[in-house]
Structures are given as C-alpha cells and as structure tokens.
Nanobody
Framework: QVQLVESGGGLVQAGGSLRLSCAASGSIFSINDMRWYRQAPGKQRELVAAITSGGRTNYADSVKGRFTISRDNAKNTVYLQMNSLKPVDTAVYYC???????????????WGQGTQVTVSS
C-alpha cells in the first residue's frame, strides 16, 4: 500500500512564507509526476504546481513567482515553498503523485490527506 503524507501547513500572516512537504511511503517502485492541489471553501480543487520526475515544473498563473515546487527523488518527497502569501491562498493543500508499486504494472494516482494553510490579513 502506498501512502502520501503532507506536513507543514499552518497559520501565517499575509506576506509570510510556509514550506509544505509530502512524503510517499510503502511499496514504491517509481514515481512519475508529483503535484500540489488546493481547495478553498466553496470552490473546486485546483492545480497549484506540478513537477515531473526529471524536474520540469509547471505553475498556476496565480502562484507564479511566489511558489516553488521541488522534489527529492531519493526520499520520494515533494515540497512546495510558498512565499509572499496572500489571504486568497487560504485552502486545504493536497499532494498528488503518479506511483507504480513493486506489485503493479502501471501508475496509479495517489492522494494525501491534505494540510490546512490559512493566511490572515
């Protein structure tokens, strides 16, 4: 069984920074793309940032220049460095990864449980 566990959320003032981490564990053969999504109350879940296994990145326009996604393939971990945070960034942030286990022949999308980020004005 593969699990994704996020950490690093919390309460921060506008203009502040937070760093989210998401560690994948279990019977992992390899991980392809890793992503961060967020969902604010009453809104749909949206893609924030993505990174390929080779390190190519993609960002939502709303976070470009403020957020940085990175990964440590040796640790099966993805990070999201969030700077210059705004109240509109308040949401539950979810980690998502395409994972192939040792017992599987294809990649499956796995989700973490989410971590709350609250930005006060």
């Amino acid at each position: 069984q593969v699990q994704l566990v996020e950490s690093g959320g919390g309460l921060v003032q506008a203009g502040g920074s937070l760093r989210l981490s998401c560690a994948a564990s279990g019977s992992i053969f390899s991980i392809n793309d890793m992503r961060w999504y967020r969902q604010a109350p009453g809104k749909q879940r949206e893609l924030v940032a993505a990174i390929t296994s080779g390190g190519r990145t993609n960002y939502a326009d709303s976070v470009k220049g403020r957020f940085t996604i990175s990964r440590d393939n040796a640790k099966n971990t993805v990070y999201l460095q969030m700077n210059s945070l705004k109240p509109v960034d308040t949401a539950v942030y979810y980690c998502n990864a395409d994972v192939k286990s040792y017992s599987g022949s294809t990649y499956f999308s796995r989700w973490g449980q989410g971590t709350q980020v609250t930005v006060s004005s």
